[in-house]
């Protein structure tokens, strides 16, 4: 049986892979799923491709509301993290910005951000619906250009 949050992860990443070009080039060792743990996160070296990550958000990932519909049922609220990052350029050598791969960052989060206002993904990966809570930026500068979205996910779950 696959969890849910499983479930969601790949309808995102598959979804972002078809629809996103910037993301459909990304090779698939560079497309991280289901644990925030990942070893590789925010980390790019030169040459090593972009990098997409779909897991569930480190804080809050599950929460519930009782629903009026029953005893034991409950309005699950799934949240992940859609993490892009990027090898920071020659930024890095010369600390000088690079004020097009910036433009370039800020033009694909609106591509992936989107995705979200599709309306055949507002049940994506089964969910009774979807919604783009926000989104994350570095503070400061770092061996990767990133951007972070959050993403809500309800489902209605019912004692059996």
Known sequence: MTSDFQTTADAIIADLQANVAAIGTIPAANVHRYGPWD??????????????????AIEGAESTTPLTTGPGSDLVEQRFAVSY?????????????????????????NAVRARFYVVANLTIGGAHHTRYLGCSFPARASGVRWFTLTIASFRHIHVV
């Open 85 to 109: 990052w990027e090898h920071i350029g020659t930024e890095g050598g010369t600390g000088i910005r690079d004020e097009t791969a910036s433009a370039a960052l800020l033009t694909l989060q």
């Open 39 to 56: 070893p590789q996160e925010d980390m790019a070296s030169a040459g090593d491709g972009n990098h997409l990550a779909v897991w569930p």
